[in-house]
Nanobody, 114 residues
């Protein structure tokens, strides 16, 4: 079983930056994908970015060029550096871990507002 603990959300002005972190613990597979998804009330949860344990990345078109996902395999931690934030980036951001089973974090609120 895997547990995920997220941190780093908050309130930021448009154009600002935030960095999210997600630490995984428990039974971590040597082959896995970690990532970030986001959800606004009443809408589905959407992909933001994923990264494999080998470093392969995938981004949603809406964030490519502004967000960067990275990971530290020694710490079982994934990061999301978010730059040039826009009001439409406001959402609850969820960390995701996937091997044979999918695990979700508890979510962290990101609010982009003046």
């Amino acid at each position: 079983q895997v547990q995920l603990v997220e941190s780093g959300g908050g309130l930021v002005q448009p154009g600002g930056s935030l960095r999210l972190s997600c630490a995984a613990s428990g039974t971590i597979s040597s082959v896995n994908i970690m990532g970030w998804y986001r959800q606004v009330p009443g809408m589905q949860r959407d992909l933001v970015a994923t990264i494999t344990n080998g470093g392969g990345t995938n981004y949603a078109a809406a964030v490519e060029g502004r967000f960067t996902i990275s990971r530290d395999n020694a710490k079982n931690t994934v990061y999301l550096q978010m730059n040039s934030l826009k009001p439409e980036d406001t959402a609850v951001y969820y960390c995701n871990y996937r091997d044979r089973v999918t695990t979700w974090g508890q979510g962290t609120q990101v609010t982009v507002s003046a």
